[in-house]
């Protein structure tokens, strides 16, 4: 369900669409329900929500329009006409808690075939307005009372709804049909579906969930809080996986982030979506990578940044304020210092001086630069594309190169070096003549 406009974010984007760790929040709920075995997905969105249904599709997703927000039950009863051809078992869960598992989607799963229906809870610290459980001796579910609608005693009980509901599908959507709007907010509860199972023999049972996995995003403060969440998660689970991390605090990683065991992640790292770290590699200081590959053994900054399609082979090195897109960079190549490797291919072995700049826009397009092997490219080399540099080659510091060079030759395009023997003497001596001449006018 993600039909609910998020007003609270103050945002253009809807509120499911808001990046945890640079997926947006639905994609999270999305992926741990497809991990939990959930063949089909149905968003419930708002009529605006076109940004949300797109997302959807790209994930295999359909979704209907909720034409008003008339609550948590209406929301999900509007889903019935998509799922009419579905008999199954059914899981009702909201879009916007991106700490969601598929553990507890398939406790849910687990439990509702025992008794028929299963609701999540939890117990959080702050209980605030949460919907309140209240549970019979055995455990099973009795009621929920919106904190809205519930009495002080009612308002004393820990155990709060998440809003995840499992039931038989055709059953479900049965019960929410007949859903009223009589309570203090005017809306169809979800919370209310229990009751109409109840009436039919079926038992809600509770599956008790961990807090920071229900933790809903309703506003920016609380999105940097499931954000701080899932980094913490994702941190774990590096460092289970044998990642080298002296400070894991300060390394921001992204969903889809894989490092490999045994590479190495020095402080004030920042993985944007789409980045593989091979094993043994290391990731220097104050690194920004983002949809790139880093080979085994290869060595990444101090400051470097690899943008997306950047491909770095084997113990390549890349060093400090080296920019690398859509380049691959070929085993043992090393470019050091000040570079900027755009739409290219580094030969291996290849040596890119200081100061190295692919010139691959015209303005209008991009063009390819190709070095190969072993070439060495001498400081401060603007390689004009499209050019090529055959293997071996060597390009004078200084040079701007834009013809391509021939295998083992060299390229230089500066001009001639000149002496004038003391022409520096003479020159600071007619200088401060004449400064002294200056301040004798005055
Ligand atoms: C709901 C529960 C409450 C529970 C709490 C947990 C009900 C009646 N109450 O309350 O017991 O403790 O969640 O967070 O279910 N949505 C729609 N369409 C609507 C209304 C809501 O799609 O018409 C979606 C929202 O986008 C959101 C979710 O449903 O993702 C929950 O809605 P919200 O209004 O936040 O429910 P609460 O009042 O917090
Ligand atoms: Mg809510």
Avoid at 184 to 207: H, I, N
Wanted: glycine letters at 10%.
């Amino acid at each position: 369900m993600a039909a609910g406009q998020g007003t609270r974010m103050k945002s253009a984007t809807p509120k499911v669409m808001h990046a945890v760790a640079g997926l947006p929040i639905l994609g999270h709920v999305i992926a741990a329900m497809r991990a939990s075995g959930v063949a089909r997905i149905v968003v419930v969105t708002h009529k605006e929500g076109e940004e949300v249904r797109a997302f959807a599709a790209k994930l295999g997703a359909s979704s209907v329009i909720q034409e008003k927000q008339l609550g948590t039950g209406h929301a999900a009863a509007s889903a019935a006409p998509a799922l009419a051809d579905f008999s199954g078992a059914l899981i009702v869960t909201y879009g916007d808690m991106p700490m969601l598992t598929a553990v507890t989607f398939e406790a849910s799963f687990a439990a509702q075939a025992k008794t028929g229906m299963t609701m999540v809870g939890f117990r959080p610290k702050d209980a605030a307005a949460y919907g309140r459980m209240i549970v019979d001796g055995q455990g099973l579910l009795d009621r929920i009372v919106e904190f809205k609608d519930a009495s002080a005693e009612e308002r004393a009980v820990t155990l709060c709804n998440a809003g995840i509901l499992t039931a038989d599908s055709r059953s479900f959507f049965r019960w929410a049909a007949k859903l009223e709007n009589n309570n203090k907010q005017g809306e169809y509860y979800l919370t209310d579906v229990p009751a109409f199972a109840k009436a039919e023999g079926v038992r809600c049972s509770v599956v008790e969930a961990d807090e920071t996995e229900m933790m809903g995003v309703n506003s920016r403060a609380e999105l940097a809080t499931a954000e701080a969440a899932m980094q913490a998660r994702l941190r774990a689970r590096a460092l289970t996986n044998a990642v080298g991390m002296i400070a894991p605090d300060t390394v921001y990683l992204s969903y889809d982030t894989v490092l490999e065991t045994d590479c190495q992640i020095e402080p004030f790292v920042v993985f944007a979506p789409g980045v593989i770290v091979r094993s043994g590699a290391r990731i220097r200081a104050f690194s920004h990578l983002e949809g790139a590959v880093v080979g085994a053994g290869a060595i990444v900054g101090p400051y470097a940044r690899l943008r997306p399609g950047a491909v770095l082979e084997e113990d390549v090195h890349v060093g400090n304020f080296v920019e690398v897109k859509n380049a691959r960079v070929e085993k043992g190549a090393k470019a050091n210092h000040l570079t900027y490797l755009g739409d290219a291919r580094v030969g291996a072995g290849a040596n890119i001086g200081a100061g190295t700049i692919t010139c691959n826009y015209d303005g209008f397009e991009k063009h390819k630069t190709d070095i190969g092997a072993g070439a060495f490219i001498g400081s401060d080399t603007a390689l004009v594309a499209p050019v090529k540099i055959g293997p071996g080659a060597i390009t004078g510091a200084g040079s701007v190169i834009t013809k391509d060079v021939p295998a083992g030759a060299l390229a230089v395009t500066r001009a001639e070096q000149r002496e004038l023997p003391g022409w520096a003497d003479k020159f600071r001596e007619r200088k401060k003549a004449a400064k002294v001449a200056k301040t004798k006018d005055k």
